[in-house]
């Protein structure tokens, strides 16, 4: 007899406590859910109607996709910051050999999971005006399985037609953390990478 | 368009509904592991009560904002199946033994559902510590391999990225080059056209969220399979 007594006394102070709580609960969801998501799950997720496929021959006006205004961007200051930590890193300096470059784009690094994220970075592109090709040592990161924190890495390879390269500044340290060519760019890689299992995005 | 039924069913939303009390409720905000998140996360509805999620999830149970992966990025329709675009893609040939499957919520009314489909995908090279490999992720009823409507006849939709410095730095972006990379290859097959970013799936993104660097402008290009 006892153990159904203890049962439903637990039960009751569960569902006691899950009112009591209840308040509580939302006002902590309502603080981390912004309107109308992320907060939201599929099930609240409204629907988009989407329109009428195209026939073949159909002719169909070219549409040029609006970029929202939300979602995480970047400051001037914080794209200058990026630039000038790009501009004194002694890799850079070395890797270009006093080649010239620009800034072609730069988007925010964010911290993941996070209903509110924080910038935590910055990914700059640059566009040298010289292509680099031969033997290099880049650095680069390799996050851990929560996407959060990462190691850093050196990548021995040889570079081909490498015009354009993501450099990739953490604002934490304010310095480069990242170089990896990218577009038509090739590399080949050379011994001693240390390789780790692949984790199929 | 005669006779289009526009709704989805308490029914259809349940299952996921569940889930997503049980994700909230206990407070976790940090997705699975290699998870991503959006704040755009909607039904994409296709007409005659089917639906399907404009990202696919890292998981089968708990999809939700915070467990996505990618933006659908494709609908080929008319006359399409599963492995026949995958079939038709050639460039595509590394499979399951080298691609993680992700998971796809949907519901073909009528016929399916709801629930989630899984797919490996696609991709044009198998994993390296230098190099890159683009990577599409197909999905449909799995009862059938394909949605059927009167609107977009037999279809399945897609979301695409681009994998790269798999066994060293790895990171992950550029879902529109692979969505017209993809795109285009499907629709030079005979019979085949193409419609590049037709319909706005509202799932725009671009920025690194650790080495998810989302690179997707919101709009999914349509392909027509004869």
Redesign the interface.
């Known amino acids: 007899m006892r153990r159904p007594v203890t049962a439903l006394l637990a039960l009751a102070i569960l569902a006691a406590t899950t009112v009591a709580l209840k308040p509580v609960r939302a006002a902590v969801l309502d603080l981390v859910a912004p309107t109308p998501a992320p907060g939201s799950t599929p099930a609240a997720a409204a629907a988009i109607v989407l329109p009428e496929p195209p026939a073949p021959g159909q002719s169909v006006p070219a549409r040029t996709p609006v970029r929202p205004t939300t979602g995480p961007k970047l400051t001037d200051a914080q794209v200058s910051a990026a630039v000038a930590a790009i501009a004194a890193d002694a890799g850079v300096r070395n890797l270009l050999g006093g080649a010239d470059y620009s800034v072609a784009d730069a988007v925010p690094w964010v911290t993941p999971g996070s209903v509110t994220p924080s910038v935590v970075g910055a990914d700059v592109e640059i566009t040298l005006t010289k292509a680099l090709n031969g033997p290099v040592a880049l650095p680069g990161i390799r996050f851990d399985d929560a996407n959060v924190g990462y190691s850093k890495l050196i990548k021995h390879g040889v570079v081909h037609d490498a015009s354009r390269l993501s450099v990739l500044v953490d604002f934490r340290d304010n310095a480069v953390v990242s170089i990896n060519p990218v577009g038509a760019a090739r590399i080949d890689e050379l011994p001693g990478n240390a390789h780790h299992p692949a984790r199929g995005e | ?1 005669m006779g289009r039924h ?1 709704w ?1 069913s308490f029914r259809a ?1 349940l299952p ?2 569940v889930s ?1 009390i049980a ?3 206990s ?1 976790v ?3 699975a ?15 005659y009560g089917d ?1 399907f ?2 990202y696919d999830f890292t998981t089968d149970s708990g ?4 467990t996505v ?2 933006g659908m990025s494709v ?1 080929f ?2 006359n399409a199946e599963i492995e026949k675009v995958k079939g038709e893609a050639p460039s595509y040939w590394a499979g399951a033994s ?3 499957p992700m998971w796809a ?1 949907m519901w073909n009314n009528g016929t399916w559902g709801p629930g989630y489909d899984q797919d490996s995908g696609k991709k044009t090279d198998s ?5 890159s490999t683009r ?1 599409f992720r197909i999905y449909a009823p799995p009862t059938t391999d394909r949605f059927y409507n009167q ?2 006849g037999y279809y399945v939709v897609a979301s695409t ?1 681009y ?10 972006d550029d879902s529109e080059g692979t969505e017209h990379d993809l795109a285009n290859e499907v629709a030079s097959q005979p019979g085949n ?1 193409v ?1 590049h ?6 799932n ?10 989302w690179r997707q ?3 999914a290009t ?1 392909v ?1 399979v004869s």
């Open positions: 368009m526009r989805t939303r996921i509904v997503a994700c909230v409720g407070l905000l940090a997705g592991a290699g998870s991503a998140t959006t704040d755009s996360l909607y039904q994409i509805d296709t007409g639906f999620y404009n999809a939700g904002w915070n992966d990618w609908i329709y008319n080298v691609a993680s919520y994993p390296s510590c230098l190099g990577h609107s977009y990225h994998d790269h410095h798999e066994l060293c730095d790895d990171w992950f056209a419609w970013d037709y319909a706005n799936l509202s725009y993104q671009w920025y690194d969220e650790g080495n998810h660097h402008n919101g709009y349509y027509w």
